[in-house]
């Protein structure tokens, strides 16, 4: 699924309408596939989205000899009593930053890891600080050659429960020692984790497994460890992606007259909601449905001022397409993204379209709205970016080419035909 998308874009007018499904969270995909390093049988996960980082994660949790089996659409099976090594592949887990995601249940398990330093989308320099410095609160040692990091469990033991604390909250940092410290001995205490729902989620499933974790989905987490858990018959349920019905919230505010989503979960994305109610979008928030009406006929929206935030604050993953949003309100606004240092890098192609955007500093761009967008050719330099930019050649006048199709499919499901049964005027060409 490699290539790009041409759109045809409406000239701003709202013509799209219907109902789109949400997939199943890509960052929730991720943490069920590691949770499956935790149990001593199969785990069942379902709702998984057919992205290419599912593909990744999969061929990653294979190359460590784990058995997955994909037993329907969306549902897999995975078993990882057969895992020996725990060398995480070094192609695999430089595309995909939530790879260190594997380390560590690995190091619990195995008492080693080694990984190369993460990759996954550039939209900063993304270090990983908070994984060393908490592997060695647990006791184990670190060494780095040839860029490959190896992670050690204390000699003749294991690692063991700690206090860590985060000089800033980390996603991927606080999942991988929840998980690490299921398996570790003693009680972890996590403090000032990420509080984002799909933590919440993974620990609630570890904990209807046999874990003992307490506060996940708040700053503080306290694991005590309980050894490899059993899952049963119990499903790994993939939770609605948050970022997806959010992209979805903005399109049908620029470009639909009526979109229904559905099997999404408003309340995960409420600092979006709220920022879209006070630009003057006509939203309804059922508890998991969302529907945006053009209700303004001709009025333009207001500017607001965005800050991205770590949960429940403004998500930056829906940075980029907000600040489309933002290039067709009444009004100037400023953008503020605060998580990542490079996630501006869109903003050069949007001007090139027509946005009024002042760059300010690395973190700051202003934008002056009402603008019109004009078809272009354009490469998505990331994941959420590139499904910005489709979404200003919606609105765009004209035709226009998103290149980098890859990056789109990372973790968008069939973006194109969901897009097509909304009446969107899209193609992939290979
Ligand atoms: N950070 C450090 N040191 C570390 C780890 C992180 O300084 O050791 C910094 C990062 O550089 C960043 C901040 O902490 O400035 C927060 O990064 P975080 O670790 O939370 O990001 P992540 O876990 O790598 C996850 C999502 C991202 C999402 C961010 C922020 C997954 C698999 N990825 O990344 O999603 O943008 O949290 O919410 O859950 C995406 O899906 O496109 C995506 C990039």
Do not use: W
């Amino acid at each position: 699924m490699k290539g790009e998308f041409y759109i045809i874009g409406n000239s701003g007018e709202k013509t799209l309408s219907g109902k789109v499904v949400i997939s199943g969270a890509k960052n929730d995909m991720v943490n069920a596939f590691a949770a499956s390093l935790l149990m001593k049988g199969d785990l069942f996960v379902r709702n998984v989205p057919d992205v290419s980082d599912t593909e990744a994660m999969a061929a990653l949790l294979s190359s460590l000899g784990g058995s997955v089996k994909r037993t329907a659409t969306h549902e897999y099976k995975l078993n990882t009593g057969a895992c020996a090594g725990s060398n995480l592949r070094g192609d695999i887990a430089k595309s995909i930053r939530a790879s260190i995601l594997y380390a560590g249940p690995l190091l619990a398990r195995f008492g080693l890891v080694s990984f190369p330093f993460p990759g996954g989308c550039v939209i900063g320099k993304r270090p990983i600080d908070l994984f060393i410095s908490g592997f060695m609160k647990m006791g184990a040692r670190v060494s780095e050659k040839d860029g490959i990091f190896s992670i050690r469990a204390p000699r003749g033991g294991n690692i063991r429960g700690a206090s860590i604390f985060f000089k800033r909250q980390s996603v991927t940092a606080t999942e991988t020692f929840m998980l690490a410290a299921v398996c570790a001995d003693g009680t972890t205490v996590i403090k000032n984790a990420a509080c984002e729902p799909e933590i919440a989620h993974l620990a609630e499933f570890l904990n209807s497994c046999g874990a003992r974790i307490k506060g996940a989905g708040t700053s503080m987490i306290e694991i005590a460890g309980t050894g490899l858990l059993s899952a049963g018959k119990k499903i790994y349920d993939i939770l609605p992606d948050r970022v997806e019905a959010g992209s979805f919230a903005i399109l049908g505010a620029l470009a639909a007259r009526s979109l229904t989503i559905e099997r999404c979960i408003p309340a995960h994305f409420e600092a979006l909601i709220e920022a879209l109610i006070e630009a003057g979008v006509d939203i309804k928030a059922g508890e998991n449905t969302l529907v945006v009406r053009n209700s303004k006929r001709g009025r333009p929206f207001r500017a607001v001022d965005v800050k991205t935030h770590e949960y429940p604050g403004f998500a930056t993953d829906l940075q980029a397409p907000m600040a489309v949003f933002l290039t067709q309100a009444e009004g100037e606004a400023i953008v503020f993204e605060t998580i990542f240092e490079g996630r501006l890098g869109y903003v050069g192609e949007l001007i090139r379209m027509g946005a009024d955007i002042l760059p300010l500093d690395q973190h700051r761009i202003q934008i002056k709205g009402g603008t019109e967008l004009k078809g272009r050719e354009v490469e998505s330099p990331d994941l959420r970016a590139g499904l910005a930019y489709i979404i200003a050649a919606i609105v765009a006048k004209g035709d226009s080419v998103v290149h980098n199709a890859h990056y789109i499919d990372r973790g968008y499901e069939r973006i194109e035909e969901r897009l097509r049964a909304i009446g969107v005027k899209i193609e992939r060409k290979p």
